[in-house]
C-alpha cells in the first residue's frame, strides 16, 4: 500500500461549510411573444421577463404553434442549414442560427452522505449500503444500477438483471420491451426502466427519392418507460411508448417527474438535386398550413396487463408556452407513482427546448441554453458551427412540486451565458444560483490573443412569477470556459481551465453581493467536485502541462477551510487515463464511514487484441490526506467491447461491489489492499 505525499495542513482548519440545499428541480428553455387567444396563469404580470402562457384551445394552439414556426420553414424542413453537396438557391431557407436544437447533458452527484442507507426496498437485512450519486439529498437519480442493500438491480448491458446480495446469485433476468435500457430508478419491488426507444420509421416505397429501406417518420426519437415489478420473478406491468426524446427524470419517495423532448411530426421534404430548391420550399411551406394539431402534440402508447391504448399524450389546455417561441420543439414532464400502476403519466407540456434539469424536494427546473448542438431536419439533425453558440442565454423555468398532481408553473427568468450541466445550478434559501460562461464559442483572432470568454455565478429570487437578478459576481477565468461547479451551502466552487485551473472560491453568503474570496491556480483541471467535509474538497479531472495539454487522469484534495486561501493538499495521479466521473458523477463513489473512494476507469487500449486497460482506483481519504488502496479489476470479456470496463462502485454492508456490461464483482477492502470475494457474470 503506497501513501501519496501530502503537504503539511494548515493549523486552524475551518469546520466544512455543509447547509443542505433546498428541494426542487429545474429545467432551463427559451422562450417567445403574446398570441390572440391565449391566457396567463394567475399572478403573471405582463413584464418583458420570461414567462409561460397557456393556450385558451386546440385552435389557438395550432395557429400559434404554425405561426412561430413559418420564418423557419425552408427547403430543408425547419433547418435553415445547407445538407452537405447540395447548392444553396435563392429563397432556399433562413440562416440557420434562427432555429437551432439543443444536447442533453444529464449528470448528476449529491452531498455528503447523501448516498443513504435507508430505502423501501425488499424485506430483509437491512445493510448499510452507498447509493446513487445524486447532487441533492432526498431526490433521487436514474442510472445505470441500483441497490437497496439487498439486491443489486442492472441495466449496465442493457438487459434488466437482478443480483441478490447475500447468495451473490442472479435472481432475474429480463429482456425489456423494445430493446436495451440505459437507465433506472428502484423503489420498493418496483424498478422503473427509462430509454430512447430509437428512431421511428417506416419502409420506403418504391422508386422513391430518399435512401433505399428506410426513412426517419416525422416526430424523430422516441422514449419508452417500462415498469417492472421485482416482489417474485420479474415482470413487466406496464410499457408507455412516447414521441420524443428522453432528457431525464428525478424521484422524490417513489413518485417520479420524467421530462421528454418531442418535436412536431410534419413531413417536409428537401431537394434532391440542384435546382429544385424553390419546390422544396413551396412544397414545406403548404405542409405547414395543412398540419393539424395532432401533428405537433406528442403520442403515446400503452400496454399492460392484456390491454392496450394508444392516442394524443396530452390535451391542448395543458399546454403552456413562453413569451416568444419557435415552435420547433416541445418538453412534456410526466408524473408516476412507482408503487402504482403505470398510466399516461398525468402530462403537461410546455412549447420550449429544454436540456437540463436539476431537482430539489420541492421543486423542478428545467433550463436551456441555447446550446447549439443540432437544429431539426427534414432526414434528421445537423451539427451547428462551434462559433455560433457565444452571446446566448440561458432560460429557466421553475415548477412547483410541492401539491399533488402534476407540476405547476411558478417562475421563470434568464441569466446570460451557458450552462455546463446540472450541477451550474443550486437552490439555497430562496434563490437559485446559476453558473454559466459567455463566448465559450469564441475564437482568438491571433496567436497572442486569447479566446472571449468569462465565466459568472448570478444569483436569482423570486418575485411573483418571474425569475430576477438579484446579485452576480462576474470575471471569472477570462479566456477560459467552467468545467466544474459545486455549491455547498453558502460557498461556492468554480473551476476554469484553459491552461492552468483557477479554482474560484465565492461566498454566496449574501445574495445581493456574492463575491470571489479565493483562487488556485495549478496545472490541469477538475471535471467533478465533491464536498468531503472537514473543509476538504475532492476534485477529479486531468493533470495537464502549462500549455494545457493533458496527461491523464488527477484526483485532488483540496483544503477550502479558509475560502480565501484554498489549497491542494494531496493528489493521485494515473498517466494516460481517464474516469467516467469527468462526463458522468454517477460513476463517482465517495462512502465516508470508512473514507472510501472509488472511481472506474479506462487506459489506453494496448496489446494484440487492442483492450482498454483500467479498472476501479479505490483510495482511502482520512486526516492525513489521501491513501492509494489498490486497483479493482475484473475479468476481460470475449469480445473488443465486451472488456469488463467498470461502470459503476458501490459499497453493501462491508464489502465494495463493481458492476461492468460483463459482470459483477465483490471485493474485500483492507489495510494491505483489495482481494476477490465473488464474481457473477452476465450473460
Avoid at 421528454?260 to 438535386?273: A, D, G
Avoid at 443550486?426 to 465565466?455: F, K, W, Y
Wanted: glycine share 14%; with cysteine; proline share 8%.
Amino acid at each position: 500500500m503506497k501513501r501519496l505525499r501530502t503537504p503539511p495542513r494548515p493549523a486552524g482548519l475551518a469546520a466544512a461549510l455543509v447547509v443542505l440545499l433546498a428541494a426542487g428541480l429545474v429545467v432551463t428553455d427559451t422562450l417567445t411573444s403574446d398570441k390572440p387567444g391565449n391566457h396567463r396563469d394567475a399572478g403573471t404580470e405582463a413584464t418583458g421577463a420570461p414567462r409561460l402562457v397557456s393556450f385558451d384551445s386546440c385552435a389557438a394552439a395550432l395557429e400559434g404553434l404554425r405561426e412561430s414556426v413559418r420564418p423557419y420553414v425552408g427547403a430543408y424542413g425547419l433547418s435553415g442549414a445547407q445538407p452537405y453537396g447540395v447548392p444553396a438557391e435563392a429563397g432556399a431557407a433562413p440562416d440557420a442560427a434562427a432555429v437551432e436544437g439543443r444536447g442533453a447533458v444529464p449528470n448528476s452527484a449529491p452531498a455528503p452522505g447523501a448516498a443513504g442507507a435507508e430505502d423501501a426496498g425488499s424485506a430483509g437485512k437491512q445493510r448499510p449500503h452507498s447509493g446513487t450519486n445524486n447532487h441533492e439529498r432526498g431526490v433521487e437519480e436514474p442510472d445505470l444500477v441500483q441497490t437497496d442493500g439487498n439486491r443489486v438491480v442492472s441495466v449496465v448491458d442493457g438487459t434488466l438483471r437482478v443480483v441478490d446480495v447475500e447468495s451473490t446469485a442472479v435472481t432475474a433476468e429480463l429482456e425489456l420491451p423494445g430493446g436495451p435500457a440505459s437507465q433506472l430508478l428502484l423503489h420498493g419491488d418496483r424498478a422503473l426502466v427509462l430509454a430512447s426507444g430509437g428512431v421511428a420509421g417506416k419502409p420506403v416505397e418504391p422508386g422513391s427519392v430518399r435512401d433505399p429501406g428506410f426513412a426517419p417518420e416525422p416526430g424523430g426519437l422516441r422514449s419508452r418507460l417500462v415498469l417492472v415489478d421485482l416482489a417474485g420473478p420479474a415482470r413487466v406491468v406496464g410499457t408507455l411508448e412516447l414521441d420524443g426524446e428522453y432528457v431525464d427524470a428525478r424521484a422524490i419517495e417513489g413518485r417520479a417527474r420524467i421530462v421528454v423532448r418531442s418535436v412536431p411530426r410534419l413531413p417536409f421534404t428537401q431537394p434532391h438535386e440542384a435546382g429544385s430548391a424553390g419546390s422544396a420550399l413551396r412544397e414545406n411551406r403548404e405542409i405547414l398550413e395543412a398540419s393539424s394539431i395532432e401533428d405537433w402534440l406528442p403520442r403515446y402508447e400503452l400496454t399492460g396487463d392484456g390491454t392496450r391504448q394508444e392516442g394524443t399524450l396530452v390535451d391542448c389546455a395543458r399546454v403552456s408556452h413562453p413569451d416568444t417561441y419557435s415552435g420547433t420543439a416541445m418538453l412534456t414532464v410526466l408524473t408516476v407513482e412507482l408503487s402504482g400502476r403505470l398510466g399516461t403519466g398525468d402530462p403537461v407540456s410546455i412549447v420550449a427546448e429544454g436540456d437540463t434539469v436539476y431537482g430539489t424536494e420541492s421543486s423542478l427546473y428545467v433550463a436551456d441554453d441555447g446550446y447549439p448542438t443540432a437544429i431539426p431536419m427534414a432526414g434528421g439533425r445537423m451539427p451547428m458551427p462551434e462559433g455560433k453558440r457565444q452571446h446566448r442565454r440561458t432560460e429557466i423555468h421553475q415548477f412547483d412540486l410541492a401539491r399533488q398532481g402534476p407540476p405547476r408553473h411558478v417562475a421563470s427568468g434568464s441569466v446570460e451565458g451557458t450552462l455546463l450541466n446540472q450541477y451550474s445550478l443550486s437552490e439555497h434559501e430562496g434563490h437559485l444560483r446559476v453558473a454559466t460562461t459567455t463566448g465559450a464559442g469564441g475564437m482568438p483572432r491571433g496567436p497572442d490573443q486569447v479566446p472571449d470568454s468569462v465565466s459568472a455565478v448570478t444569483v436569482l429570487g423570486r418575485e411573483g412569477s418571474e425569475l430576477t437578478q438579484v446579485g452576480r459576481v462576474g470575471g471569472l477565468g477570462k479566456g477560459e470556459r467552467i468545467y466544474a461547479v459545486r455549491f455547498v451551502g453558502p460557498v461556492g466552487y468554480v473551476v476554469t481551465f484553459r491552461e492552468t485551473d483557477p479554482l474560484y472560491t465565492l461566498d454566496l453568503a449574501d445574495p445581493t453581493a456574492p463575491r470571489a474570496v479565493g483562487e488556485l491556480k495549478i496545472t490541469g483541471y477538475s471535471a467533478y467536485l465533491h464536498d468531503a467535509g472537514s473543509g476538504r474538497l475532492i476534485g477529479v479531472g486531468q493533470e495537464a502541462d502549462r500549455q494545457g495539454r493533458t496527461s491523464g487522469l488527477q484526483v485532488s484534495l483540496f483544503d477550502v477551510g479558509d475560502p480565501a486561501t484554498p489549497a491542494r493538499i494531496a493528489q493521485h495521479q494515473v498517466p494516460g487515463a481517464r474516469s467516467e466521473v469527468e462526463s458522468d458523477p454517477h460513476a463517482f463513489l465517495y462512502w465516508p464511514p470508512i473514507g472510501l473512494i472509488v472511481l472506474p476507469y479506462t487506459s489506453p487500449p494496448t496489446g494484440p487484441d487492442w483492450r482498454h486497460g483500467g479498472g476501479a482506483l479505490v483510495l482511502r481519504l482520512d486526516e492525513r490526506g489521501l491513501t492509494e488502496v489498490g486497483t479493482v479489476r475484473q475479468p476481460a470479456g470475449s469480445g473488443v467491447a465486451a472488456d469488463g470496463v467498470v461502470r459503476r462502485a458501490m459499497v453493501i454492508g462491508d464489502r465494495l461491489w463493481t458492476v461492468s456490461s460483463e459482470g459483477a464483482l465483490v471485493s474485500q477492502v483492507a489495510e494491505g489492499g483489495t482481494s476477490r470475494m465473488a464474481w457473477i457474470p452476465f450473460g
